[in-house]
């Protein structure tokens, strides 16, 4: 009966497999001698002080559909005509959606456009369909250095297909602060050492398949308590920390040959003598950046419309401010017109330099000529399908996924005796509005593999009822698992399991064997440090969802290992090791 079980098992869910990308994925094709036919110096010398100056704007793009009519799309194609904008980043929608809409724009656009996307965790971090990996401290729990250069290797392949060349990752921030909202699961984890052998992969990876690398948030971000999106945050620590923790990684990615360094929203006082943030400081992207750690490519802000920029300075001097800092591209400008506007007049007023202005552009052009952008700009609609979401990179994510679980806690084998056998469970769902299917996938899962499954939801805004339903289907069973996926989301400002919630998986654990499973923050302990078990898959993405049930299946074996301490009990590389159970 049992043997009769594993194989229904493996055949709805597939069995964990070994590296399926790695390096054997199929570059992009790179340009070749065709781009030495463009001279970036008659390009730039043609251009007026306003089109150089549109060269450096990048506005946000939704990915979503819209008509060519549409109101939507019109101002994007205004942005094209009139602004000549030089690049966008693209957010959210189906890969078809995007490349359309990004392939119109390309058409009107007088120069080509550099695209760019936050791929952190893979394509299917901004396009729906596309591969999403665990977030990229998974990588971290495996320790395996192809892991990093797999999801690199796939974010290029399948973002290049939709028009994509720039990918706003990875992130070489090391996360040192457990308390950090915004950080957390977007890192390789604690050791600047490892981080930096995870970064460099992740950046030869998406070189050899065609796709610009970008290191952020420079000078690091993790060792901060506020959320750069709603205010500025500050770090005290002096160069001495800074240079032996947070620029080790950066230096390995320039080394690696990173092609951008996105600056942070992070004023560090004992760098610059201000509170000013690194985005408009000299000291820091200049002098630090550019004349100590020598790095030669372009420099591009992180949202010129988040909280700690645009709320002291205005739209358009914390352009103009961001550029003399040493910024090259102005990413998401709160008023695109207002960013040119202010630019130009900087220009005129003699602050900004004829001079420094052309090196700016010219380090944007030659980076659209390097990727052969003015020889071809569009992409082909037709071989989407073929290459975006295809199962060579769905093998991947799920044996990522499968290799990160970590199993920080399993006191009296509770996790172990809801493997051994079917059972009855109360599966307890929480997490944020936009993943409003969180457990939903993982449910299917156990009960195709022979578990009885009584679901319920919780959401942040949950009240009393909804906890006392959430009690009464606990008690219907003999079991409990709660999966929870609390995840970085900027603007929030903490990242947190709601007080009522951790007190009812601190009750239900003291009274019924119950497995706690985070889909995201590491360090749900801090609330609920009694749990008996406590499994972390890093992610709430479909492959993580299954690498779950595999595990709650016994499927699979366990052996990740923390790529970040858990205070006070859990150090570096903690994580138990555990057999898949045996037919």
Known sequence: MRAHRLLIIAAVLGC?????????AKPVPRPSSPVLAVSVDSL?????????????????????????????????????????????????????????????????SRLPLLVSADLEWGAGMRVVGATAFPHIMAVGATGDPRDAYTIGAAAAVEGRAVGIHVNFAPDADVNNNPANPIINTRSFGEDPRTVSRLVAEYVRGLHEHGMLATLKHFPGHGDTQTDSHIGLPVITAGYGRLDSLELVPFRAGIAAGADVVMSAHIAFPALTGSNDPATLSAAVLTGLLRDSLRFPGLVVTDALMMGAIVTKYGAGEATVRAFLAGSDLLLIPADPDSAVLAMTAAVAAGRVTP????????????????????????????????????????????????????????????????RGHPGRLALIAYADEANASVGLFLTDLLRQGGDTVEYFRLWPMSGTLSYDSARVTI???????????????????????????????????????????????????????????YLIAWSGVRASERAVALALLGRVPLGGHLPTRLPPDYALGWGLTVPAVQP
């Open 355 to 418: 001079q420094r202005l052309a090196q700016s552009v010219r380090r944007v052009l030659e980076i659209k000529r390097r990727l052969g952008l003015f020889e071809r700009r569009t992409v082909p609609l037709d071989s989407i399908p073929h290459v975006v979401g295809s199962k060579r990179f769905q093998d991947a994510a799920n044996d990522i996924a499968v290799r990160s679980l970590t199993l920080v806690r399993d006191v009296g084998g509770r996790l172990h005796a809801l």
């Open 16 to 24: 964990a497999g070994g590296h399926a990308v790695g390096r054997t």
């Open 44 to 108: 730039l010398a043609s251009l007026t002080v306003r089109q150089q100056v549109g060269q450096l704007v990048i506005p946000w793009l939704s990915g979503s559909y819209t008509a060519l009519d549409d109101s939507l799309f019109q101002v994007a194609a205004r942005w094209v005509d009139s602004l000549e904008i030089g690049g966008l980043i693209v957010s959210v929608g189906s890969p078809l959606d995007i490349a359309t809409k990004l392939n119109a724009l390309q058409q009107r």
């Open 475 to 533: 008690a219907r069973a003999p079991a409990t698992v709660f999966v929870t996926n609390v995840r970085p989301i900027s603007g929030k400002g903490n990242i947190a399991l709601p007080d009522s919630l951790a007190q009812l998986i601190t009750l239900t654990d003291a009274a019924r064997p119950t497995v706690l499973v985070s889909l995201g923050s590491p360090y749900l302990l801090n609330q609920t440090p009694a749990v008996r078990s």
